[in-house]
């Protein structure tokens, strides 16, 4: 079983993201904002809650944030009392706000500019308690070429950063939660849902986003 690929968008290309990133940084540095996170603030908001209620999750868990962008759920974590954190990121425009963001914020927080899709290159960073990933995994799939070969790629460098005891968990907004088990099948099986809002249209329920937790097939 297979799901459908998406349509292609500059949203998956890297140039997009550096030329976004470069704004955000002139404008972090003009005005101190740190930019949009991008899709669903409440999405990281959910995310950072369902960690902390997990009692067997300690606060020097080692946590990776896949695609971290300006790095602000790293902050929030860092702000929490979570000692253990690395950002990655392909585009160095983004590694570049992050690092800026965390150090006038005092806040310890590893970034790392690194692809997704050099899977080798990824094994280096070694294995994390917590794999992160928001909207990351989305913005790979809208890829204008290949995109197939590298949500493939991305599968196999998430499931080398993991042990049989870590977790991965991804939120969405352009994938279902039975897409992403079925995409993810084989390596990784769901552990739980994060709920997410719901809404109902034409008789039909939804979520305009999904928040899975997953783990070691």
């Not at 990655?88 to 965390?102: R, W």
Request: include cysteine.
């Amino acid at each position: 079983m297979s799901v459908e690929e998406l349509n292609g968008s500059e949203l998956g290309t890297k140039d997009y993201w550096e030329q976004a990133y470069e704004r955000e940084i002139k404008n972090y540095k003009n005005h101190g904002d740190v930019g949009e996170i991008w899709f669903d603030e409440d999405s990281q908001i959910r995310v950072i809650n369902w960690i902390m209620k997990q009692d067997d999750i300690k606060d020097d868990v080692r946590v990776v944030d896949l695609g971290c962008g300006n790095g602000m759920l790293l902050v929030e974590l860092a702000r929490e009392g979570y000692t253990n954190l690395m950002g990655i990121d392909y585009s160095p425009k983004a590694v570049e706000l992050a690092q800026n963001i965390a150090k006038d914020q005092e806040l310890n927080i590893n970034y790392e500019v690194a692809d997704l899709m050099n899977v080798e290159s990824c094994k280096s960073l070694g294995i994390f308690g917590i794999v992160h990933d928001k909207g990351t995994y989305d913005a790979i799939s809208l890829c204008p070429e290949n995109p197939k070969q590298k949500r493939e790629l991305y599968i196999d460098a998430v499931v080398n950063m993991m042990d049989d005891n870590s977790l991965f968990i991804i939120t969405s907004c352009n994938w279902t939660e039975d897409e992403l088990i079925t995409s993810f099948d084989g390596k990784l099986v769901k552990k739980c849902s994060i709920p997410t809002p719901m809404f109902k249209f034409g008789g039909k329920v939804g979520s305009v986003v999904t928040s899975i937790v997953l783990k070691k097939v």
